[in-house]
């Protein structure tokens, strides 16, 4: 029997791989969303939840004596084309998320969307900035914190990648800090100073 690693042990792996792509390769892949796993479940729950809903108004129907064949027929053949098209959309949604963000290329100083529309290849000249912004959310377990890039102009902010972290955990604050100090010197731009939201 082999032993997965926890979901937090998964999450700092994929962060860690993240960071030190930043760090060594010439081109990086900004995706729009990184640790945040809410989709991906519910892409597995889903069909479980339709499953057991279905097996509990079975269950009445049953207990009602409604045992007419054609209603059978008719609750089993709504009952999982709704439960397999709620799984469709969720998936589908998941994928095109996952294949959404930015190819960074260091060398030419650009980025460049990938799945995004209305977006154009953006040069990063020398009055760009980046920054984090933090988003803390009542008692949750984690907290979301946004990679904003500032092109210059007044009020212009364009974001980047989302990253989700567990509350509390060092390693990972440690690998986002990390992170904007690679892109920054790759890259030539001026530290800015983070933006706390609550």
Same mark, same amino acid.
């Given at each position: 029997?082999?032993?997965?690693?926890?979901?937090?042990?998964?999450?700092?792996?994929?962060?860690?791989?993240?960071?030190?792509?930043?760090?060594?390769? @010439?081109?990086?892949?900004?995706?729009?969303?990184?640790?945040?796993?809410?989709?991906?479940?519910?892409?597995?729950?889903?069909?479980?939840?339709?499953?057991?809903?279905?097996?509990?108004?079975?269950?009445?129907?049953?207990?009602?004596?409604?045992?007419?064949?054609?209603?059978?027929?008719?609750?089993?053949?709504?009952?999982?084309?709704?439960?397999?098209?709620?799984?469709?959309?969720?998936?589908?949604?998941?994928?095109?998320?996952?294949?959404?963000?930015?190819?960074?290329?260091?060398?030419?100083?650009?980025?460049?969307?990938?799945?995004?529309?209305?977006?154009?290849?953006?040069?990063?000249?020398?009055?760009?900035?980046?920054?984090?912004?933090?988003?803390?959310?009542?008692?949750?377990?984690?907290?979301?914190?946004?990679?904003?890039?500032?092109?210059? @102009?007044?009020?212009?902010?364009?974001?980047?990648?989302?990253?989700?972290?567990?509350?509390?955990?060092?390693?990972?604050?440690?690998?986002?800090?990390?992170?904007?100090?690679?892109?920054?010197?790759?890259?030539?731009?001026?530290?800015?100073?983070?933006?706390?939201?609550?």
């Amino acid at each position: 029997m082999t032993n997965k690693p926890s979901p937090r042990l998964a999450r700092l792996r994929m962060l860690s791989v993240w960071v030190t792509a930043i760090e060594q390769q @010439s081109k990086v892949w900004l995706p729009l969303g990184i640790g945040g796993s809410s989709l991906a479940e519910l892409t597995f729950l889903a069909p479980l939840c339709g499953i057991s809903l279905l097996v509990f108004v079975a269950t009445g129907i049953m207990v009602l004596d409604l045992r007419a064949q054609y209603l059978w027929s008719i609750f089993w053949s709504v009952g999982v084309i709704l439960v397999g098209g709620a799984t469709f959309t969720l998936r589908r949604q998941f994928r095109q998320n996952q294949s959404r963000g930015w190819v960074l290329d260091f060398q030419s100083r650009t980025l460049t969307p990938w799945g995004l529309k209305r977006q154009d290849t953006l040069v990063l000249h020398d009055g760009c900035r980046l920054s984090w912004e933090f988003f803390e959310p009542g008692k949750s377990a984690t907290f979301t914190c946004t990679l904003i890039l500032h092109p210059g @102009s007044l009020g212009t902010r364009i974001l980047l990648t989302r990253v989700t972290l567990l509350r509390g955990s060092r390693r990972e604050e440690a690998l986002v800090d990390e992170c904007l100090e690679h892109l920054n010197r790759r890259l030539g731009l001026r530290n800015f100073d983070p933006v706390q939201s609550r």
